[in-house]
T-cell receptor, first 115, second 114 residues
Framework: DGGITQSPKYLFRKEGQNVTLSCEQN?????MYWYRQDPGQGLRLIYY???????QKGDIAEGYSVSREKKESFPLTVTSAQKNPTAFYLC??????????????FGEGSWLTVV | AQSVTQLDSQVPVFEEAPVELRCNYS??????LFWYVQYPNQGLQLLLK??????LVKGINGFEAEFNKSQTSFHLRKPSVHISDTAEYFC????????????FGTGTKLQVIP
């Protein structure tokens, strides 16, 4: 089945450690996104990429980094510079064509907890 | 710049009763509109979308929404809710040109009471 796979589902990190969340899609979508979700705050955009080898900061990029070396993959690294990283992270993708209206499809999410 | 407002953070409703979740948007250009549903500890699932054409859009799980350009609204409705509809619902808007940034509302938690 086509879709977006995020791993791991649950991740625990010690303070001061970097961690990387994986996101893979087999939908042949050009654009990929990372969102952060905190209770009662909706979704906030961290980074997005419209094409391979290119990405842009979203609204809350500080303390995060990404790469887009392959069309299918868009990993997110949560660095030690991120002051409050405990959250639910959602990866998403879209076709970026007029027909789809940039409909965004989401993965199942990853919970990151700092211990 | 575009924005989305979901007027109700929580909506309690009895099982088999009708429900309407409200969404208003603001944009200076033409828009695309979406509703997503999120069950606990899961990602967002697309319920329905309006791109063009008929202003009444039908989606999955018996939901429908109506695009009202004059009132800049895209309210979600279901004539009879089920316990399994308990979830959080997000409205989103995308502009029709350029980068097509998608903006999400803050969500409405639908609590279906048995």
């Amino acid at each position: 089945d086509g879709g977006i796979t995020q791993s791991p589902k649950y991740l625990f990190r010690k303070e001061g450690q970097n961690v990387t969340l994986s996101c893979e899609q087999n939908l042949n979508h050009d654009a990929m996104y990372w969102y952060r979700q905190d209770p009662g705050q909706g979704l906030r955009l961290i980074y997005y990429s419209q094409i391979v080898n290119d990405f842009q900061k979203g609204d809350i990029a500080e303390g995060y980094s990404v790469s887009r070396e392959k069309k299918e993959s868009f990993p997110l690294t949560v660095t030690s510079a991120q002051k409050n990283p405990t959250a639910f992270y959602l990866c998403a993708s879209s076709a970026r064509d007029r027909e789809s209206g940039n409909t965004i499809y989401f993965g199942e999410g990853s919970w990151l907890t700092v211990v | 710049a575009q924005s989305v407002t979901q007027l109700d953070s929580q909506v309690p409703v009895f099982e088999e009763a009708p429900v309407e979740l409200r969404c208003n948007y603001s944009s200076s250009v033409s828009v695309y509109l979406f509703w997503y549903v999120q069950y606990p500890n899961q990602g967002l699932q697309l319920l329905l979308k309006y791109l063009s054409g008929s202003t009444l859009v039908k989606g999955i799980n018996g939901f429908e929404a109506e695009f009202n350009k004059s009132q800049t609204s895209f309210h979600l409705r279901k004539p009879s809710v089920h316990i399994s509809d308990t979830a959080e619902y997000f409205c989103a808007v995308s502009t029709s040109g350029g980068y097509q940034k998608v903006t999400f509302g803050t969500g409405t938690k639908l609590q279906v009471i048995p």
